[in-house]
């Protein structure tokens, strides 16, 4: 037996790196020559020695042509050549640096992004130049000058136009097409007009041209819409930089003995596979040989781990902690849990109604209204003087002036003012809406394992143990990467005893540690097995003990770690008149416990289905739920609720339908996001009422024909500079109105 | 007024020089990783005079 456990390791160490270099061939892409590239994320990486560390050891490997770091995202590209990719991942783990592969078919060029800077550098140099030429006419160039000028002014207006305005029109002529109407409806209209007008006047030697104020406008606006994008960009990246090593092949054993790896989706019922320690259950399958404990917390929300053996069911998602196993696949991919949950995100997010953004139900409004102005204001002239010319002249005065240029930069200034907020305090925001529905909040529901607690054990009664059993037990706990003996081992260097020489460690999976020396046999584990030369009754209630010779030494009490700063959380958030409650996978007692510390109503063993039930039945009340979680579990619930966080731990589906992700460990993020859109929301209404404000002052002027292109361009740039500095007050007055337990948080990035 | 027909055309071309410089910039990746460009110019891996290479990289 003992043999054949040793031969199976052996093998799982091997398929260990077989599998990497499998990842790696799928993970690259062929770039022509006989060369592919490889991206990898390194966490790790912080400063320009690490970058010149990395490519140095990186360009020695035989295959490699080129390595190069970048150190914004913290990712290393390599090409190489051969069929064989190099060993990236061992070179990088040597030198100390922990590389994964990451998808790289989310990756790519940002080609939007380029397109909007591209964009903005054309309109930039377009406004400027247009600016200089007209502040020559507004000084009083003469009639041959000032058509001159007008001429210079339509050839460099049109071709930016052109280009850098057909994003606008672009995206408005999409939303007519489907009839509805969005801000860049009558923001084209604006600059399309305002550009055709003046083009008339140019042709007819008229004195007002308006070329400055449409570029101006197409340059402002695409400040507002490209900050908006970056900010969104950001966040997307940050979180998919976070994407763990997920296999995308398993390691599949043919009846005659043969291994070969399979991809996930080809796995089918019935298929045996070696799971080593350290992996996740690829499909839902059963355990056919090997004792091992699974770590269920992030499929169930349960937080001990489970012991297994043959005949015991997994669930897809789960985590294989002590030792290796044989399971036979029980469903295909598309039927595991995973897929399950998937299905029910995708009901919860079809039964979802909608969410509306300010800046489009405010365009709603706005469009018709403006263009109902400039209507009545040509019809009225076209009575009071019948000059048509005149009248047409007038009314589009009266679109350019209220083109909403402060209405465009309004709403996303002070979306990415919050989100830079929220970047400060180690969360990621996902888009706008995101930051609206936040500030709606009411109710708030947690998750506990891995959301309220860090989904870690830790040592409770370290003080009462004494410290040469603690020293022995960290030593021996040293060796296995089951959850108790990291918080064994983890205490144990926080004491730093003297270091104990064992002359070897023998893991039997379910049951503990087991290691001679000196004679003596000591163990470290359950204590129905540690204990084995103890009466019964003396058997400690403890989780885990230490014996020499089957006599206890030490006995280890566990409890999950909560999150920092969870009570300072919980009571912000009932101050800012939220409802709380505990939504958990996991067992009454351990669930009761938590939430009897944190004096929250709570549910135990609550299914992925119960727990979308009960955020939907709370929203037909009326209730704006906040999700908070963490789990695959969660998923469902995390889209089926009005709005979502998840902490940067959490399983890469709920990661990716949260709203915002919180990096810290601190939980104190999540009163403080509510805060910051809270207070967001009031600068957005701040910022829409300075728009109508400026309106009303601004269209009877223009109505009355008295608007001359001077007067316009220094009405639209000091609207839209009113409105971005007010968007600004959210990280000045932030700083004095952070809640009690803020400040320490914040020092820390 | 001669001196109009050429400073304006020289301030355009001028202008649009900075454009065309800034978009082959964009184009050429240089805003791809602005953290790592503020630490590489600190690097001083030109191609080595000497044959001490290794002693040199230590330092």
């Known amino acids: 037996m003992s043999c054949c456990t040793a031969e199976t390791a052996y093998d799982v160490a091997m398929a260990g790196s077989r599998r990497a270099h499998e990842e790696l061939l799928l993970a690259s892409r062929v770039i022509g020559n006989g060369l592919r590239e490889t991206s990898l994320a390194v966490p790790t990486i912080h400063c320009g020695g690490c970058m010149q560390k990395i490519e140095q050891a990186l360009v020695v490997l035989p295959e490699v042509e080129h390595a190069r770091v970048n150190l914004s995202t913290k990712r290393v590209t390599v090409r190489w050549h051969g069929d064989v990719p190099p060993q ?422 379910g049951s503990g540690l087991e290691s001679h020396v000196d004679g003596k046999i000591y163990r470290l584990g359950q204590p129905d097995w540690a204990l084995a030369n103890e009466p019964t009754a003396h058997r400690a209630s403890a989780s885990v003990v230490l014996s020499q010779d089957g006599h206890c030494l030490a006995a280890f009490r566990f409890r999950d770690h909560m999150r920092a700063k969870a009570p300072e959380a919980i009571s912000d958030l009932k101050r800012m008149g939220c409802a709380i409650e505990v939504l958990s996978g996991d067992h009454e007692d351990r669930v009761r416990e938590l939430a009897k510390t944190l004096d929250l109503a709570h549910s135990a063993r609550v299914s992925p289905r119960e727990k979308t039930a009960r955020i939907a039945a709370m929203a037909a009340s009326g209730h704006k739920v906040l999700m908070v979680g963490d789990g695959l579990n969660d998923a469902p619930a995390l889209v089926a609720a009005h709005a979502s966080m998840a902490p940067a731990s959490a399983a890469d589906v709920g990661r990716n339908v949260a709203d915002l992700v919180f990096l810290r460990d601190s939980l104190t993020a999540v009163p403080a996001a509510i805060m910051i859109a809270r207070r967001a929301r009031r600068l957005v209404h701040e910022n829409l009422t300075l728009a109508v404000i400026y309106n009303l002052i601004a269209v009877p002027i223009a109505a009355l024909g008295l608007v001359t292109p001077l007067l316009a361009a220094v009405a639209m740039s000091l609207s839209s500079l009113v409105v971005v500095a007010n968007a600004q007050r959210l990280l000045v007055r932030g700083k004095q109105e952070q809640p009690s337990a803020i400040p320490a948080f914040s020092q820390v990035g | 007024m001669i001196s109009i027909s050429y400073l304006i055309p020289i301030s355009l071309l001028l202008g649009a020089a900075g454009l065309a410089a800034f978009l082959w910039s964009l184009k050429s990746g240089q805003y791809e990783d602005l953290d790592g460009a503020a630490e590489r110019i600190l690097f001083d891996d030109d191609s080595p005079v000497r044959r001490d290479d290794d002693s040199r990289n230590k330092a």
């Open chain 1, 88 to 509: 990236i991942i061992e070179t990088l783990s040597q030198i100390g640096y922990e590389a994964h592969l990451y998808d790289t078919s989310l990756d790519g060029k940002d080609l939007v992004l380029a397109r909007l800077i591209r964009a903005l550098a054309v309109a930039g140099f377009a406004a400027s130049n247009i600016m200089l030429l007209s502040v020559s006419i507004w000084s009083g160039a003469t009639d041959e000058m000032r058509n001159l000028f007008h001429w210079l002014s339509a050839l460099i207006a049109l071709p930016a136009l052109v280009y850098s305005g057909s994003i606008f029109f672009n995206s408005a002529w999409r939303a007519l097409r489907v009839g509805r109407a969005n801000m860049d409806v009558p923001i084209s209209i604006g600059v399309l007009l305002a550009f055709g007008m003046s083009l008339y006047e140019t042709i007819v030697h008229g004195p007002h041209a308006y070329f400055d104020a449409a570029t101006a406008l197409v340059f402002f606006l695409l400040i507002g819409r490209t900050l908006d994008y970056v900010m969104r960009a950001r966040a997307r990246t940050a979180v998919m930089g976070l994407a763990r090593f997920v296999p995308r092949s398993a390691l599949v054993l043919h009846s005659d003995g043969a291994q070969i790896f399979v991809p996930v989706n080809a796995i089918n019922p019935g298929m045996r596979m070696l799971l080593a320690a350290g992996e996740r259950v690829p499909v839902d399958a059963r355990v056919v040989a090997g004792r091992s404990e699974i770590d269920c917390s992030l499929v169930s929300g349960e937080s001990v781990p489970q012991a297994v053996t043959a005949g015991s069911q997994l669930r897809a998602g789960t985590l294989n902690l002590t030792s290796p196993l044989t399971i036979q696949a029980t469903a295909t991919a598309e039927n595991s849990f995973l897929a399950d949950m998937i299905r029910m995100m995708e009901a919860a997010e079809a039964g979802h109604s909608a969410y509306r953004r300010i800046a489009d139900r405010a365009a709603r409004l706005y469009a018709p209204m403006v263009h109902a102005t400039a209507l009545l204001t040509f019809i009225c002239w076209m009575i009071a003087n019948g000059d048509a010319h005149r009248a047409i002249t007038i009314a589009i005065a009266v679109l350019i002036i209220t083109c909403p240029c402060a209405l465009g930069l309004a709403v996303p200034m002070v979306h990415v003012v919050a989100a830079r907020r929220l970047f400060e305090n180690g969360m990621m925001l996902k888009d706008g809406g995101a930051l609206e529905r936040l500030a709606e909040i009411d109710t708030v529901i947690f998750d506990k394992t891995g959301t309220l607690t860090l989904g870690q054990a830790q040592l409770v009664n370290v003080d009462a143990i004494e410290p040469t059993s603690l020293a022995l037990a960290s030593t021996i706990a040293a060796h296995s990467r089951h959850p108790y003996s990291l918080a064994i081992a983890a205490a144990g260097r926080n004491r730093a005893a003297a270091p104990i020489v064992l002359s070897g460690v023998t893991e039997i999976s």
